[in-house]
């Protein structure tokens, strides 16, 4: 098997107030925040409008 290459990763950080963390947390489902807010922004910024559909459908449905 071949060796998969290192993408080098960076850290992009925002301020939130906790009010906001905990519905961010509630919406993404157990242990997802981050790649919740990660996929949300990446879809927003490339405007795959089914990826962020299937966000707010996720939220949705943990929100209930």
Not at 14 to 33: E, M, Q, V
Not at 48 to 60: G, I, P, R, S, Y
Request: hydrophobic share 55%; aromatic share 6%.
């Amino acid at each position: 098997m071949g060796k998969k290459k290192k993408v080098k990763q960076v850290v992009f950080a925002f301020r939130l107030n906790a009010a906001d963390r905990d519905l961010i947390h509630k919406a993404a489902g157990p242990a997802r925040a981050t790649r919740f807010v990660l996929a949300a922004a990446l879809a927003a910024a490339t405007a795959d409008h089914k990826a962020f559909e299937a966000l707010t459908a996720q939220a949705k449905s943990n929100l209930a």
